[in-house]
T-cell receptor
Framework: AQRVTQPEKLLSVFKGAPVELKCNYSYSGSPELFWYVQYSRQRLQLLLRHISRESIKGFTADLNKGETSFHLKKPFAQEEDSAMYYC?????????????FGTGTQLKVEL | SQTIHQWPATLVQPVGSPLSLECTVE??????LYWYRQAAGRGLQLLFY??????ISSEVPQNLSASRPQDRQFILSSKKLLLSDSGFYLCAWSVTGRGTEAFFGQGTRLTVV
């Protein structure tokens, strides 16, 4: 079974403060982890994926297999970062991909 | 380019009535297709996914069913709606492979009255 856990429903930080959105997963195979973001009145969209080891909009996330975590981090929060963030896990199954999401964390950046 | 269409955007249905939500994808072949329900505090709950025509996997027991009559068509149905079926339903697609991105439809706001 594959499972994603995001312990925080809401995270409120001040502009310029560091941000860390937590994500833990459970998966028996080799995991593919992602972060998706949903801005107000927009469709859910990909923010970054672990396989690319990229930094998008200042956000980074490192896959830690020992701790089964994929926390999302940004050193200095911006007002435009306010959004709903979902951690997701993709597992190969029967010739396709099964994609499951966590419960999401609402990030609010205050001035 | 690939696009995903989901309709209707909003729907109000009486309890006990049937349901049919449709999702179609353009510009790709043999996609993975997904139906999710998005609810506050529960995030994106995977309801069904399909890796090919006629292949449906159900994730949670419920009053809903899904079908994939064509390669790029995914339908969410119910014979008799319950009040608890109210919610926001999202369709998505991806290609099979490592690190592939999922693309989401605009969603359907279903209200059962």
């Amino acid at each position: 079974a594959q499972r994603v856990t995001q312990p925080e429903k809401l995270l409120s930080v001040f502009k310029g403060a560091p941000v860390e959105l937590k994500c833990n997963y459970s998966y028996s195979g080799s995991p593919e982890l992602f972060w998706y973001v949903q801005y107000s009145r927009q469709r859910l969209q990909l923010l970054l994926r672990h396989i690319s080891r990229e930094s998008i909009k200042g956000f980074t996330a490192d896959l830690n297999k020992g701790e089964t975590s994929f926390h999302l981090k940004k050193p200095f929060a911006q007002e435009e970062d306010s959004a709903m963030y979902y951690c997701a896990l993709s597992g190969l199954t029967g010739g396709g991909n099964k994609l499951t999401f966590g419960t999401g964390t609402q990030l609010k950046v205050e001035l | 380019s690939q696009t995903i269409h989901q309709w209707p955007a909003t729907l109000v249905q009486p309890v006990g009535s049937p349901l049919s939500l449709e999702c179609t994808v353009e510009g790709t072949s043999n996609p993975n297709l997904y139906w999710y329900r998005q609810a506050a505090g529960r995030g994106l709950q995977l309801l069904f996914y399909s890796i090919g025509i006629g292949q449906i996997s159900s994730e949670v027991p419920q009053n809903l069913s899904a079908s994939r009559p064509q390669d790029r068509q995914f339908i969410l149905s119910s014979k008799k709606l319950l009040l608890s079926d109210s919610g926001f339903y999202l369709c998505a697609w991806s290609v099979t492979g490592r690190g592939t991105e999922a693309f989401f439809g605009q969603g359907t706001r279903l209200t059962v009255v």
